[in-house]
Protein backbone atom coordinates (compact mmCIF):
# COMPACT_ATOMS: atom_id res chain seq x y z
CA UNK A 1 0.00 0.00 0.00
CA UNK A 2 1.31 3.23 -1.01
CA UNK A 3 2.15 6.32 1.57
CA UNK A 4 -0.54 8.06 0.48
CA UNK A 5 -3.19 5.75 0.58
CA UNK A 6 -1.40 4.82 4.59
CA UNK A 7 -1.98 8.87 5.72
CA UNK A 8 -5.63 8.97 4.34
CA UNK A 9 -6.67 6.01 6.41
CA UNK A 10 -5.26 7.52 9.11
CA UNK A 11 -6.43 10.72 8.34
CA UNK A 12 -10.17 9.43 7.76
CA UNK A 13 -9.65 6.91 10.93
CA UNK A 14 -8.72 9.82 13.66
CA UNK A 15 -11.36 12.33 12.32
CA UNK A 16 -14.06 10.08 12.63
CA UNK A 17 -13.01 8.19 16.01
CA UNK A 18 -15.48 9.90 18.07
CA UNK A 19 -17.85 9.32 15.39
CA UNK A 20 -16.81 5.13 15.45
CA UNK A 21 -17.42 5.52 19.66
CA UNK A 22 -20.71 6.96 19.70
CA UNK A 23 -22.30 5.14 17.72
CA UNK A 24 -20.98 1.68 17.77
CA UNK A 25 -24.26 0.33 18.65
CA UNK A 26 -26.04 1.45 15.46
CA UNK A 27 -23.68 -0.47 13.70
CA UNK A 28 -24.97 -1.59 9.82
CA UNK A 29 -26.04 -4.99 10.10
CA UNK A 30 -24.16 -7.13 7.13
CA UNK A 31 -27.51 -7.51 5.24
CA UNK A 32 -27.94 -3.69 4.17
CA UNK A 33 -26.49 -3.89 0.04
CA UNK A 34 -29.16 -1.24 -1.22
CA UNK A 35 -31.18 1.57 -1.15
CA UNK A 36 -34.04 -0.22 -0.45
CA UNK A 37 -32.42 -2.36 2.57
CA UNK A 38 -31.26 0.93 3.72
CA UNK A 39 -34.36 2.62 3.92
CA UNK A 40 -35.87 -0.75 5.41
CA UNK A 41 -32.90 -0.84 8.19
CA UNK A 42 -33.51 3.41 9.18
CA UNK A 43 -37.27 2.38 9.24
CA UNK A 44 -37.14 -0.81 11.36
CA UNK A 45 -35.01 1.54 14.05
CA UNK A 46 -37.61 4.16 14.35
CA UNK A 47 -40.05 0.86 15.68
CA UNK A 48 -37.50 0.83 18.47
CA UNK A 49 -37.87 4.20 19.25
CA UNK A 50 -34.94 5.43 17.79
CA UNK A 51 -34.83 9.09 16.50
CA UNK A 52 -31.64 8.76 14.97
CA UNK A 53 -29.55 6.09 13.74
CA UNK A 54 -25.81 5.85 12.14
CA UNK A 55 -24.29 3.17 9.63
CA UNK A 56 -21.20 2.71 7.54
CA UNK A 57 -20.18 3.24 4.19
CA UNK A 58 -17.02 1.61 4.58
CA UNK A 59 -14.83 3.53 6.86
CA UNK A 60 -17.80 6.50 6.38
CA UNK A 61 -20.20 7.10 8.61
CA UNK A 62 -23.53 8.13 7.40
CA UNK A 63 -26.14 9.59 10.38
CA UNK A 64 -29.81 9.90 10.06
CA UNK A 65 -32.55 11.47 11.81
CA UNK A 66 -36.03 10.13 11.54
CA UNK A 67 -38.09 12.25 13.63
CA UNK A 68 -39.22 15.79 14.52
CA UNK A 69 -37.21 16.63 17.61
CA UNK A 70 -33.96 15.31 15.54
CA UNK A 71 -34.49 16.79 12.61
CA UNK A 72 -35.57 20.39 14.09
CA UNK A 73 -31.83 19.67 16.27
CA UNK A 74 -30.15 19.45 12.76
CA UNK A 75 -31.99 22.22 11.12
CA UNK A 76 -31.60 25.04 14.31
CA UNK A 77 -28.26 24.04 14.05
CA UNK A 78 -27.15 23.99 10.71
CA UNK A 79 -29.47 25.41 8.51
CA UNK A 80 -28.24 26.93 5.49
CA UNK A 81 -26.99 23.61 4.31
CA UNK A 82 -23.20 23.17 4.03
CA UNK A 83 -22.02 22.53 0.25
CA UNK A 84 -18.76 21.85 -1.41
CA UNK A 85 -18.08 18.12 -0.15
CA UNK A 86 -21.62 17.15 0.20
CA UNK A 87 -21.69 14.25 -2.45
CA UNK A 88 -25.49 13.38 -3.19
CA UNK A 89 -25.58 17.18 -3.66
CA UNK A 90 -22.23 17.92 -5.82
CA UNK A 91 -22.94 15.11 -7.98
CA UNK A 92 -26.27 16.67 -9.42
CA UNK A 93 -24.61 20.39 -9.41
CA UNK A 94 -22.40 19.00 -12.34
CA UNK A 95 -26.26 19.00 -13.99
CA UNK A 96 -28.04 21.62 -13.05
CA UNK A 97 -25.60 23.81 -11.31
CA UNK A 98 -24.62 26.52 -8.26
CA UNK A 99 -28.81 27.23 -8.12
CA UNK A 100 -30.78 27.30 -4.62
CA UNK A 101 -30.96 23.64 -4.06
CA UNK A 102 -26.89 22.64 -4.08
CA UNK A 103 -25.46 26.94 -3.30
CA UNK A 104 -24.76 27.30 0.52
CA UNK A 105 -24.24 30.43 2.59
CA UNK A 106 -24.23 33.78 1.47
CA UNK A 107 -24.72 32.91 -2.30
CA UNK A 108 -28.04 31.16 -1.31
CA UNK A 109 -28.89 33.62 0.77
CA UNK A 110 -28.96 36.39 -1.93
CA UNK A 111 -30.11 34.31 -4.36
CA UNK A 112 -33.23 32.80 -2.39
CA UNK A 113 -34.27 36.31 -1.12
CA UNK A 114 -34.60 37.56 -4.97
CA UNK A 115 -36.12 34.69 -6.10
CA UNK A 116 -38.74 34.72 -3.55
CA UNK A 117 -41.10 37.27 -5.37
CA UNK A 118 -40.84 34.21 -8.17
CA UNK A 119 -43.41 32.37 -5.49
CA UNK A 120 -45.64 34.88 -4.89
CA UNK A 121 -49.71 33.79 -4.87
CA UNK A 122 -50.06 36.38 -8.25
CA UNK A 123 -47.48 34.82 -9.87
CA UNK A 124 -48.89 31.68 -9.21
CA UNK A 125 -52.43 32.39 -10.17
CA UNK A 126 -50.78 33.61 -13.30
CA UNK A 127 -49.95 29.96 -13.70
CA UNK A 128 -53.18 27.83 -13.55
CA UNK A 129 -54.68 28.57 -17.00
CA UNK A 130 -51.01 26.90 -18.37
CA UNK A 131 -51.54 23.94 -15.95
CA UNK A 132 -55.02 23.31 -16.95
CA UNK A 133 -54.08 23.51 -20.43
CA UNK A 134 -51.05 21.12 -20.00
CA UNK A 135 -53.00 18.65 -17.76
CA UNK A 136 -55.87 18.46 -20.64
CA UNK A 137 -53.22 18.03 -22.92
CA UNK A 138 -52.63 14.82 -20.44
CA UNK A 139 -55.75 13.48 -20.91
CA UNK A 140 -55.60 13.91 -24.48
CA UNK A 141 -58.69 15.75 -24.48
CA UNK A 142 -57.28 18.82 -26.19
CA UNK A 143 -54.04 19.10 -28.54
CA UNK A 144 -51.71 21.84 -27.14
CA UNK A 145 -52.43 25.21 -28.63
CA UNK A 146 -51.09 28.33 -27.29
CA UNK A 147 -53.73 30.56 -28.21
CA UNK A 148 -54.02 34.29 -28.23
CA UNK A 149 -55.57 34.58 -24.23
CA UNK A 150 -52.34 32.10 -23.13
CA UNK A 151 -49.93 34.25 -25.04
CA UNK A 152 -51.42 37.28 -23.38
CA UNK A 153 -48.40 39.35 -21.10
CA UNK A 154 -48.03 38.15 -17.64
CA UNK A 155 -44.96 38.02 -15.29
CA UNK A 156 -43.83 34.91 -14.86
CA UNK A 157 -40.37 33.25 -13.19
CA UNK A 158 -38.54 34.80 -16.27
CA UNK A 159 -39.03 38.06 -15.68
CA UNK A 160 -38.12 37.34 -11.59
CA UNK A 161 -34.85 35.99 -12.47
CA UNK A 162 -33.99 38.43 -15.57
CA UNK A 163 -35.22 41.89 -13.06
CA UNK A 164 -34.86 40.88 -9.63
CA UNK A 165 -31.67 42.79 -8.16
CA UNK A 166 -30.29 42.82 -4.61
CA UNK A 167 -29.76 45.56 -2.60
CA UNK A 168 -26.53 46.93 -4.21
CA UNK A 169 -28.78 47.10 -7.25
CA UNK A 170 -27.00 44.19 -8.82
CA UNK A 171 -28.97 41.40 -10.71
CA UNK A 172 -28.37 37.18 -11.27
CA UNK A 173 -25.79 37.01 -13.63
CA UNK A 174 -25.69 34.74 -17.01
CA UNK A 175 -24.53 31.68 -14.97
CA UNK A 176 -26.73 32.06 -12.15
CA UNK A 177 -29.43 32.43 -14.33
CA UNK A 178 -28.73 29.29 -15.99
CA UNK A 179 -28.57 27.60 -12.69
CA UNK A 180 -31.51 28.87 -11.61
CA UNK A 181 -33.65 27.58 -14.74
CA UNK A 182 -32.04 24.31 -14.64
CA UNK A 183 -32.72 24.09 -10.86
CA UNK A 184 -36.38 24.99 -11.43
CA UNK A 185 -36.64 22.46 -14.34
CA UNK A 186 -35.17 19.63 -12.44
CA UNK A 187 -36.84 20.29 -9.06
CA UNK A 188 -40.39 21.36 -10.76
CA UNK A 189 -40.90 18.08 -12.75
CA UNK A 190 -39.52 14.71 -11.37
CA UNK A 191 -41.17 15.66 -8.33
CA UNK A 192 -44.51 16.46 -9.36
CA UNK A 193 -44.23 13.58 -11.94
CA UNK A 194 -43.52 11.01 -9.11
CA UNK A 195 -46.35 13.04 -6.39
CA UNK A 196 -48.62 12.44 -8.90
CA UNK A 197 -48.05 8.98 -10.40
CA UNK A 198 -48.20 7.95 -7.04
CA UNK A 199 -52.08 9.94 -6.51
CA UNK A 200 -52.78 8.27 -9.47
CA UNK A 201 -51.94 4.38 -8.49
CA UNK A 202 -53.48 5.25 -4.39
CA UNK A 203 -56.41 5.80 -6.03
CA UNK A 204 -56.49 3.03 -7.58
CA UNK A 205 -55.32 1.34 -4.81
CA UNK A 206 -58.25 2.48 -2.49
CA UNK A 207 -61.47 2.67 -4.34
CA UNK A 208 -63.81 4.14 -1.30
CA UNK A 209 -61.10 6.94 -1.15
CA UNK A 210 -61.40 7.33 -4.74
CA UNK A 211 -65.41 7.89 -4.41
CA UNK A 212 -64.60 10.41 -1.93
CA UNK A 213 -62.14 12.83 -3.90
CA UNK A 214 -64.58 12.30 -6.95
CA UNK A 215 -67.37 13.78 -4.55
CA UNK A 216 -65.25 16.31 -3.55
CA UNK A 217 -64.20 17.42 -6.87
CA UNK A 218 -67.88 17.54 -8.84
CA UNK A 219 -68.93 18.99 -5.65
CA UNK A 220 -67.02 21.81 -6.08
CA UNK A 221 -66.35 22.04 -10.27
CA UNK A 222 -70.01 20.94 -11.79
CA UNK A 223 -70.25 20.80 -14.80
CA UNK A 224 -66.86 22.67 -15.43
CA UNK A 225 -63.89 21.40 -16.57
CA UNK A 226 -61.58 24.36 -15.45
CA UNK A 227 -60.29 24.83 -12.08
CA UNK A 228 -59.48 28.38 -11.27
CA UNK A 229 -57.81 29.98 -8.42
CA UNK A 230 -61.02 29.83 -6.58
CA UNK A 231 -61.74 26.03 -6.72
CA UNK A 232 -58.31 25.31 -5.61
CA UNK A 233 -59.12 27.11 -2.10
CA UNK A 234 -62.78 24.99 -1.93
CA UNK A 235 -61.66 21.01 -2.17
CA UNK A 236 -62.12 19.53 1.06
CA UNK A 237 -60.88 16.02 0.52
CA UNK A 238 -58.56 16.45 -2.11
CA UNK A 239 -56.14 18.53 -0.20
CA UNK A 240 -56.28 15.70 2.55
CA UNK A 241 -55.83 13.03 -0.02
CA UNK A 242 -52.86 14.64 -1.46
CA UNK A 243 -50.64 15.26 1.54
CA UNK A 244 -51.37 11.28 2.71
CA UNK A 245 -49.94 10.65 -0.85
CA UNK A 246 -47.03 12.76 0.21
CA UNK A 247 -46.78 11.05 3.53
CA UNK A 248 -47.15 7.51 2.57
CA UNK A 249 -45.06 7.45 -0.90
CA UNK A 250 -42.62 10.47 0.04
CA UNK A 251 -42.04 11.80 -3.37
CA UNK A 252 -38.81 12.81 -2.18
CA UNK A 253 -37.83 10.50 0.56
CA UNK A 254 -33.97 11.55 1.68
CA UNK A 255 -32.48 14.78 1.46
CA UNK A 256 -28.73 15.38 3.01
CA UNK A 257 -26.66 17.65 5.12
CA UNK A 258 -23.08 18.37 5.89
CA UNK A 259 -21.89 20.06 8.08
CA UNK A 260 -18.19 22.12 8.54
CA UNK A 261 -18.78 22.25 12.49
CA UNK A 262 -19.49 19.89 15.70
CA UNK A 263 -23.05 18.84 15.45
CA UNK A 264 -25.14 17.61 18.76
CA UNK A 265 -28.02 15.44 17.38
CA UNK A 266 -29.95 13.75 20.49
CA UNK A 267 -27.03 13.95 22.54
CA UNK A 268 -24.66 12.53 20.28
CA UNK A 269 -21.67 14.30 18.72
CA UNK A 270 -21.12 14.77 15.36
CA UNK A 271 -18.02 15.60 14.09
CA UNK A 272 -17.72 17.91 11.15
CA UNK A 273 -17.85 16.56 7.76
CA UNK A 274 -20.23 13.64 8.52
CA UNK A 275 -22.79 13.48 6.32
CA UNK A 276 -26.37 13.56 7.92
CA UNK A 277 -29.13 12.44 6.12
CA UNK A 278 -33.12 13.39 6.73
CA UNK A 279 -34.92 10.81 6.42
CA UNK A 280 -38.35 11.84 5.43
CA UNK A 281 -39.70 8.15 4.07
CA UNK A 282 -39.05 7.14 7.82
CA UNK A 283 -39.98 10.05 9.71
CA UNK A 284 -43.25 10.02 7.55
CA UNK A 285 -43.59 6.33 8.68
CA UNK A 286 -42.74 6.63 11.96
CA UNK A 287 -45.31 5.26 14.60
CA UNK A 288 -44.12 7.89 17.56
CA UNK A 289 -45.60 10.46 15.27
CA UNK A 290 -48.09 8.92 13.51
CA UNK A 291 -51.15 6.50 14.34
CA UNK A 292 -51.09 3.42 11.95
CA UNK A 293 -48.59 4.55 10.09
CA UNK A 294 -49.05 1.54 7.84
CA UNK A 295 -52.52 2.88 6.67
CA UNK A 296 -53.25 5.10 3.87
CA UNK A 297 -55.94 7.49 5.59
CA UNK A 298 -56.45 11.00 4.25
CA UNK A 299 -58.83 11.63 7.11
CA UNK A 300 -55.68 12.03 9.44
CA UNK A 301 -55.26 15.36 7.90
CA UNK A 302 -58.56 16.61 9.21
CA UNK A 303 -58.14 20.16 11.11
CA UNK A 304 -58.84 18.33 14.43
CA UNK A 305 -56.68 15.07 14.09
CA UNK A 306 -53.79 15.52 15.83
CA UNK A 307 -51.69 12.93 12.86
CA UNK A 308 -49.50 15.48 10.61
CA UNK A 309 -50.64 18.69 12.69
CA UNK A 310 -46.45 19.05 13.36
CA UNK A 311 -44.45 20.64 10.89
CA UNK A 312 -41.30 18.78 11.59
CA UNK A 313 -43.09 15.29 11.30
CA UNK A 314 -44.80 15.81 8.27
CA UNK A 315 -42.14 17.16 5.46
CA UNK A 316 -42.50 16.05 2.00
CA UNK A 317 -41.41 19.55 1.04
CA UNK A 318 -38.82 19.44 3.88
CA UNK A 319 -39.17 22.86 6.90
CA UNK A 320 -37.29 25.58 8.04
CA UNK A 321 -35.28 28.10 5.93
CA UNK A 322 -34.24 25.56 2.86
CA UNK A 323 -37.53 24.12 2.72
CA UNK A 324 -38.80 24.06 -0.74
CA UNK A 325 -39.91 27.32 -2.54
CA UNK A 326 -42.19 25.44 -5.14
CA UNK A 327 -44.38 23.72 -2.60
CA UNK A 328 -47.42 25.99 -3.83
CA UNK A 329 -46.89 26.04 -7.71
CA UNK A 330 -45.82 22.04 -7.09
CA UNK A 331 -49.60 21.58 -5.11
CA UNK A 332 -51.29 23.65 -7.57
CA UNK A 333 -50.26 21.52 -10.25
CA UNK A 334 -51.32 18.31 -8.29
CA UNK A 335 -54.56 19.53 -7.43
CA UNK A 336 -55.42 20.97 -11.17
CA UNK A 337 -54.15 17.54 -12.70
CA UNK A 338 -55.96 15.07 -10.52
CA UNK A 339 -59.02 16.95 -10.35
CA UNK A 340 -59.27 16.45 -13.84
CA UNK A 341 -58.27 12.63 -13.44
CA UNK A 342 -61.45 11.72 -11.60
CA UNK A 343 -63.88 13.38 -13.42
CA UNK A 344 -63.04 11.84 -16.83
CA UNK A 345 -61.32 8.52 -15.45
CA UNK A 346 -62.03 6.11 -12.67
CA UNK A 347 -59.50 3.25 -11.64
CA UNK A 348 -59.99 -0.13 -10.48
C1 LIG B 1 -44.27 17.37 -5.21
C2 LIG B 1 -43.35 18.20 -5.63
C3 LIG B 1 -42.12 18.59 -4.85
C4 LIG B 1 -41.54 18.01 -3.76
C5 LIG B 1 -41.98 16.76 -3.00
C6 LIG B 1 -40.38 18.83 -3.41
C7 LIG B 1 -39.56 18.58 -2.33
C8 LIG B 1 -38.48 19.37 -1.98
C9 LIG B 1 -37.63 19.13 -0.84
C10 LIG B 1 -37.76 17.98 0.14
C11 LIG B 1 -36.69 20.13 -0.81
C12 LIG B 1 -35.54 20.29 0.18
C13 LIG B 1 -34.26 19.80 -0.49
C14 LIG B 1 -33.05 19.82 0.41
O1 LIG B 1 -33.07 20.45 1.47
O2 LIG B 1 -32.06 19.23 0.05
C15 LIG B 1 -36.96 20.99 -1.94
C16 LIG B 1 -36.20 22.11 -2.26
C17 LIG B 1 -36.39 22.86 -3.40
N1 LIG B 1 -37.41 22.74 -4.32
FE1 LIG B 1 -38.92 21.37 -4.26
N2 LIG B 1 -40.29 19.86 -4.29
C18 LIG B 1 -41.34 19.78 -5.19
C19 LIG B 1 -41.62 20.64 -6.23
C20 LIG B 1 -40.86 21.74 -6.59
C21 LIG B 1 -41.17 22.66 -7.66
C22 LIG B 1 -42.42 22.59 -8.54
C23 LIG B 1 -40.15 23.57 -7.72
C24 LIG B 1 -39.93 24.76 -8.64
C25 LIG B 1 -40.77 25.19 -9.52
C26 LIG B 1 -39.20 23.23 -6.67
C27 LIG B 1 -38.04 23.90 -6.41
C28 LIG B 1 -37.23 23.67 -5.31
C29 LIG B 1 -36.02 24.43 -5.03
C30 LIG B 1 -35.45 25.56 -5.89
C31 LIG B 1 -35.49 23.92 -3.83
C32 LIG B 1 -34.27 24.41 -3.07
C33 LIG B 1 -34.73 25.46 -2.08
C34 LIG B 1 -33.61 26.04 -1.21
O3 LIG B 1 -32.72 25.28 -0.78
O4 LIG B 1 -33.67 27.25 -0.93
N3 LIG B 1 -39.68 22.13 -6.01
N4 LIG B 1 -38.05 20.52 -2.64
Known amino acids: MNLFVSILIVFIVITNLKCLTTYRRYELPTGVKNSKDYMNYAFDLTKTGSKVYCLWTGPLPVVGVTHPETFKQLIGQEHRKARGHNEPYTLIQEWIGEGLLVSGDRKWER ?86 AWSIYALGQNPKIQAKVYEDVTAVLGDKNHVDATDLHDFKYLPKYIKEVMRYYSPVPLIARKSAKTLVIDGYEVPPGTRVDINIYATHHNPAIWDTPEMFDPERFDADNKDGNDVFGFIPFSAGNRNCIGQVFALNEIKICLAKFVKRDSLS
Open 111 to 196: SRKLLTPAFHFNILTGYIDVMNTVSDTFQKEHPLEVGQSDRKRRLDFLDILLTATDEHGRGLDREEIQSEVDTFTFEGHDTTGSAL
